[in-house]
């Protein structure tokens, strides 16, 4: 099954469509490459191995992650 993930630009205009921000005042105020990183999580992978082979796991939070 192959799996379509949010890109950067799909993340911004959700946002625009929540908040009602314009995107230029969402861009300034969001951390951008954070939001990026996160969006590009559930695709990690290792030599051919998927971090996060499963559909619920690519959408999980681990809560371990922010106890620092």
Partial sequence: MSSRYLALDDYIAIAVEVTGQEVATLVNATNTDLADSALHAPSASF??????PDFVDKGSWDESATAN
């Fill in 47 to 52: 030599a051919g191995e998927e971090f996060y």
